[in-house]
């Protein structure tokens, strides 16, 4: 809204100077004679200040221009007030001076204004100088270019408000010159068909075929851009070009486009008095052919008195007059030459400026004259059946189109991509809306590095104030106004049920406001049968600013209401969306409820592995505890909240970044500290996962006795699993695979016994799918290749869920890594990788990426395999998962030794061999880095002193861990390395002995290739 506060100068010595009846008869004239004009102009004179009054626009009704109408208020007050002034001094000597303030922003209106522009308006009023208009930054903002000049007042210190920046304004001397600049700043965008089209129809025009064409659209989709950019190409060969403007204010005053025009070609000024104004006239119209003729027409239309005394207002018989003469005016232009009449807004033109355009049409059907109008109406089948005029009606612009607007106005400073989307959906592909959203974002974000924060947070695009009252009069003047913004709580799209329900009308009456609405083209209907049709809010601006017109009391009702209704009469629907549900109780400030609904909605979407948008909700959950008065309850659902959360996270963020950590310590405090079990339990394995996944065995290994300690008083199956799972996997990761596989058996066992559906809880995996597919690691280390594959593909089979999926495609990956099969590894890597990617598994995605990296090096693709494989370790590293990371870099060192990159194995080996030597390292592939030390020495240097030292240091491990194949892999290295000498035998038999007490898997790469080394000697 938009506020005028206007105060006398010096009043006090007017009371002086003027009897008590004089200065009543002055004062109230002022107020008089104020009034008036801001009735004029639609605002609403509302209080008495002292001497002064205060005066609202956009209350009772909006505009689109309310600023602009305030200020043009005030500046038409100061004016009358002059003339009335005349008389004030001929009859008392006096003069009334005032001062006008225009502020504009929020405020609560009824009797009274509250609110900051109210004040505002009021300090800025008093900081003007006599006679003139002083307004806010804010509504400086608002108002039209070229039609006001500024006086910057600087910074002023206003009482109680603090620092504002003020302007004194002006009305631009001739500001409705004829030659308004139509410098283009900014490039047309699109619309490559219609400019042709228009270029086409001006080819006729300038052959004497006259022309006439429509551009319709809604507002802002850029009717003026076309018309602007149209004259900016050809204008320069039209002989004249003619300008009507059509104006909200003046939709009843006769003829104003063309008085406008006149006064305009004429160099008429508003300060001219009557003898300046008529020579100016009569000059204009010397170059006509009936000049003596027109000029008392032409002076009555423009209300000069003429010498013989012409009426102010054309009488009927005259009207016709006129027309004819303006009519003769145009044929004379376009006799002279290729002319160009542009009417723009044709929707705001008074009922005579329409007779004369529709009387012109068709005279100038042999003429060179080309009309191009503009309308925001897109019925403009009555011009069109009448005359056959050309219609080009505006259609949004396209993805491309809009980004290429974005990016017209945020030059080299890119915005996110996902601002871009934003911005698109919002504006609806309406270039006006992309202008102001844009700009909003790019005051709002200070670019840092040439890229701007992300605004897809929870919060929504705010309207741009620019936009505010253009949308809020929209909304504000619609007949079904209150069913509007009820809708519009129940967000973009909503059901013909829901709002019925949630309405309490009448379905007649509810029916009847709905088709209007549409008809109004506020609303999309989607299906024809109303009843069973969805609605869409044209823009989500519109339905925004619908919802900013509810008072805050308002909205909580209206939210509760539709909260109770989906729970008690929707229950479907709430069950399939409890975010909804939440989202109107977290609106309405129902707290506990919101709570229940954030929850289990981050529950449902976790249970689909929809974990993004599941971290999304738990989040405006937790936001909800502050208001929760009940503490145990609090704890509780905080608790559960917490354990969900880190759940969630770590499927998508990566099992080991610090905000999983913080969620699971969190939830382990509050557990402790209100004595609940089930909670303290998964508080504790999440933090066990943590610290395994991140390679912190000693924290994790505590953690898993500790679990295995919560169990044992427990009769919780799922969570003696676990904890026996917890356990295994740690010993895997120390290397220990005869215990790790005991605990996996033992744990597996558990889970049998157990219903399915209690497993995803706890863990939000599957302990069937995760236990198995460790196994099937472990089995291979031990030395049953077969039984490692066959554990995996189980637990592919029986897995449910696309995370448990993910994990053991992976895993499956892993074990066919190990048995040396690069092609089954490419042959299933690409689905392990999509899945990954559908649902942003991080974790599993890294872990694939590398072992599709080494199944191309292995193929023969070694650079690609390499970038790969890097990318993939880089991935994991970034989300703080540190396990596999020396496995990682043993397949880097080993892709690089096949191809004899000596240099980079080293370096990749010398990173692993310093993971080794740290206390507590990840050891289960550190035999196999021995392996590959000692074999990079020999092919390097030669060196097989230090081969044999590495080989040796490998070999003793892989008998210590009971690594039965890798134990295979370091004989075979040392016998290779000793076949040429005396030591031969000692290795032939350790070959042989190792090779013997493999059962399975005999058709595998290194078992076959032992076989083959000891047939060879
Ligand atoms: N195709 C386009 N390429 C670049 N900018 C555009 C395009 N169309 C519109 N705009 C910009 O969008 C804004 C709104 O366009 P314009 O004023 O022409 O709309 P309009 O249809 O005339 O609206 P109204 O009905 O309010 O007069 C302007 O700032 C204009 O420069
Ligand atoms: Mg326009």
């Not at 809880?761 to 995760?770: G, I, L």
């Amino acid at each position: 809204m938009s506020l005028l506060s206007c105060d006398l100068v010096d009043s006090s010595v007017l009371a002086h100077n003027l009897d008590p009846e004089d200065l009543r008869y002055a004062i109230n004239n002022f107020h008089q004679i104020s009034k008036q004009i801001i009735e004029q102009y639609e605002g609403y004179y509302a209080q008495y200040m002292g001497d002064g009054f205060m005066a609202y626009f956009s209350y009772p009704v909006a505009h689109e221009d309310d600023a602009y109408r305030a200020v043009l208020t005030g500046l038409k007050i100061i004016e009358a007030i002059r003339s009335f002034n005349i008389d004030l001094k001929t009859k008392h000597h006096v003069e009334l001076r005032l001062r006008v303030g225009v502020d504009t922003g929020q405020v609560v209106a009824d009797q009274f204004v509250v609110g900051e522009a109210a004040n505002v308006a009021s300090r800025a009023q008093a900081e003007a100088s006599p006679d003139t208009v002083v307004i806010t930054e804010t509504t400086k903002r608002l108002l039209p270019a070229d039609v006001f000049t500024y006086q910057d007042l600087g910074i002023r210190e206003l009482k109680n408000i603090g620092p504002v920046q003020l302007f004194c304004v002006s009305e631009r001397r001739g500001s409705n010159s004829l030659v308004i600049e139509t410098k283009i700043f900014r490039p047309l965008i699109g619309r490559k068909k219609q400019l042709d089209l228009l270029s086409d129809h001006w080819d006729l025009a300038k052959d004497g075929i006259g022309q006439a064409v429509i551009v319709a659209g809604e507002a802002g989709i850029g009717k003026s851009k076309l018309v602007q950019q149209f004259e900016a190409e050809f204008g320069a060969n039209a002989r004249t070009i003619l300008r009507f403007h059509g104006s909200p204010f003046h939709r009843n005053t006769m003829l104003h486009p063309v008085i406008e025009n006149i006064q305009a070609a004429a160099g008429i000024i508003p300060t001219d008095g009557n003898d300046e104004r008529l020579a100016k006239l009569a000059a204009f119209l010397s170059s006509f052919d009936k000049a003596q003729r027109m000029l008392p027409v032409m002076s009555g239309l423009l209300s000069i008195p003429g010498q013989n005394g012409a009426s102010r207002l054309p009488s009927p018989r005259s009207q016709q007059e006129t027309l004819d003469v303006l009519i003769e005016m145009a044929l004379h232009y376009a006799n002279r030459g290729t002319m160009l009449s542009i009417f723009e807004d044709i929707h705001w033109f008074d009922a005579t400026t329409m007779t004369l355009l529709e009387a012109l049409i068709p005279m100038i059907s042999n003429e060179r004259a080309f009309l191009l109008l503009t309308t925001r109406s897109t019925s403009t089948a009555q011009l069109q059946d009448k005359f056959f005029i050309t219609q080009i009606v505006l259609s949004r612009l396209r993805l491309n189109e809009v980004e290429e607007l974005i990016e017209s106005f945020t030059g080299d400073k890119a915005l996110l991509r996902s601002v871009h989307t934003q911005i698109f959906n919002k504006a609806n592909g309406v270039p006006l809306y992309v202008e102001e959203l844009t700009k909003m974002v790019l005051d709002a974000e200070p670019i840092q590095n040439g890229k701007s924060a992300d605004l897809s947070g929870e919060q929504d695009f705010a309207i741009p104030l620019t936009l505010r009252d253009p949308l809020t009069s929209r909304v504000d003047r619609v007949r079904g106004r209150k069913l509007l913004q009820l809708a519009a709580t129940l967000g973009r799209k909503f059901d013909y049920e829901l709002l019925l329900a949630v309405s309490a009308m009448g379905e007649e009456a509810l029916n009847r406001e709905l088709r209007h609405l549409v008809a109004a083209e506020l609303l999309y209907q989607k299906g024809t049968v109303l009843q069973q049709a969805t609605f869409e809010f044209k823009h989500s601006l519109i339905r925004d600013a619908a919802y900013a017109l509810l008072t805050k009391a308002e909205r909580e009702t209206y939210h509760k209401r539709v909260g109770e209704l989906l729970e008690e009469r929707f229950a479907e629907l709430a069950k399939a969306h409890p975010e909804t549900v939440a989202h109107h109780y977290t609106q309405a400030r129902s707290y506990d409820k919101a709570l229940h609904y954030w929850y289990e909605a981050g529950k449902q979407l976790a249970a689909r592995s929809a974990h993004s948008e599941a971290v999304g909700h738990l989040k405006q959950g937790l936001r909800q505890i502050p208001h929760i008065d009940d503490p145990l309850l609090r704890s509780k659902m905080e608790l559960d909240l917490q354990i969900a959360l880190g759940n969630s996270l770590r499927a998508t963020k990566g099992w080991s970044i610090e905000e999983v950590k913080h969620a699971y310590t969190r939830a382990l405090q509050l557990s402790r500290e209100s004595g609940l079990a089930e909670q303290t339990f998964q508080a504790l394995f999440g933090l066990w996962a943590w610290n395994f996944v991140h390679a912190a065995l000693g924290e994790a290994q505590n953690l898993a006795e500790h679990l295995l300690e919560a169990v044992k008083t427990a009769d919780n199956r799922i969570h003696r699993a676990l904890a026996h799972e917890a356990l295994g996997f740690t010993l895997f990761a120390y290397g220990k695979f005869d215990g790790a596989h005991a605990e996996l058996e033992r744990g597996l066992s558990m889970c049998e016994a157990a219903e399915a559906a209690g497993y995803l809880d706890p863990s939000a995996q599957d302990p069937r799918v995760h236990i198995r597919s460790y196994d099937g690691m472990a089995l291979w280390f031990l030395g049953y290749p077969d039984r490692a594959v066959q554990v995996c593909a189980e637990a592919r089979r029986i897995s449910q869920h696309p995370y448990s999926e993910a994990l053991a495609r992976t895993i499956t990956l892993r074990v066919h890594q190990l048995r040396g099969e690069p092609a089954a590894v490419s042959a299933q890597a690409d689905a392990a990788i999509a899945l990954c990617e559908q649902h942003e598994f991080v974790h599993y995605l890294a872990m694939s990426l590398i072992l599709r990296g080494w199944a191309s090096a292995e193929q023969g693709e070694f650079e690609k395999g390499i970038a790969e494989m890097q990318d993939g370790l880089e991935k994991v590293r970034s989300t703080g998962g540190l396990l596999y990371e020396t496995y990682a870099l043993g397949l880097l060192a080993e892709a690089c030794l096949k191809n004899q990159r000596y240099g980079q194995a080293f370096d990749f080996l010398e990173q692993a061999h310093i993971r080794l030597e740290q206390a507590g390292s990840v050891r289960f592939y550190a035999a196999e880095i021995y392996r590959l030390l000692g074999e990079a020495y020999l092919r390097s240097h030669q060196d097989s002193d230090q081969a044999e030292r590495c080989l040796s240091q490998g070999l003793t491990l892989a008998r210590e861990q009971k690594a039965k194949s890798l134990e295979l892999r370091l004989c075979m290295s040392l016998h290779d390395l000793y076949a040429p000498t005396r030591n031969a035998g000692k290795y032939r038999a350790q070959l042989s002995e190792i090779y013997g007490f493999f059962r399975e898997g005999l058709d595998t790469a290194d078992l076959l290739s032992a076989r083959a080394k000891l047939q060879a000697t």
